[in-house]
């Protein structure tokens, strides 16, 4: 996790499923205050996603949005981008094919 002015950008490694979603959402939760404007969700290094990985990022669109505050996904590898697909995350969320594209978005 780390802020480039003003936006947190979290990237996540390996594989977010039961074990690992909590402990990603309870970290984003710590570091997430008041002051940044935007969220970059980073999935350039996820390998898998299971439903529990899903919901996380299901929640953290929802309190985003309830705080009108953007949020974006980015750098989704083939079978990552096939998940939210298949799930209708790609039409639910802004999705970047890039870091440098979705900070961009974000910070205009």
């Given at each position: 996790?780390?802020?480039?002015?003003?936006?947190?950008?979290?990237?996540?490694?390996?594989?977010?499923?039961?074990?690992?979603?909590?402990?990603?959402?309870?970290?984003?939760?710590?570091?997430?205050?008041?002051?940044?404007?935007?969220?970059?969700?980073?999935?350039?290094?996820?390998?898998y996603?299971?439903?529990?990985?899903?919901?996380?990022?299901?929640?953290?669109a929802?309190?985003?949005?309830?705080?009108?505050?953007?949020f974006?996904?980015?750098?989704?590898?083939p079978?990552?981008?096939?998940?939210?697909?298949?799930?209708?995350?790609?039409?639910?969320?802004?999705?970047?094919?890039?870091?440098?594209?979705?900070?961009a978005?974000?910070?205009?």
């Amino acid at each position: 996790i780390e802020r480039l002015d003003g936006v947190l950008v979290a990237r996540a490694e390996g594989q977010l499923d039961n074990t690992s979603a909590p402990e990603f959402m309870d970290a984003l939760k710590a570091e997430f205050g008041s002051g940044e404007r935007a969220l970059v969700l980073d999935l350039e290094g996820l390998s898998y996603i299971g439903s529990a990985g899903l919901r996380i990022v299901l929640l953290l669109a929802k309190d985003l949005r309830e705080r009108d505050l953007p949020f974006v996904v980015c750098s989704l590898g083939p079978p990552i981008l096939e998940v939210f697909r298949i799930s209708g995350f790609d039409r639910m969320l802004t999705i970047h094919p890039d870091r440098d594209t979705a900070l961009a978005a974000v910070q205009d």
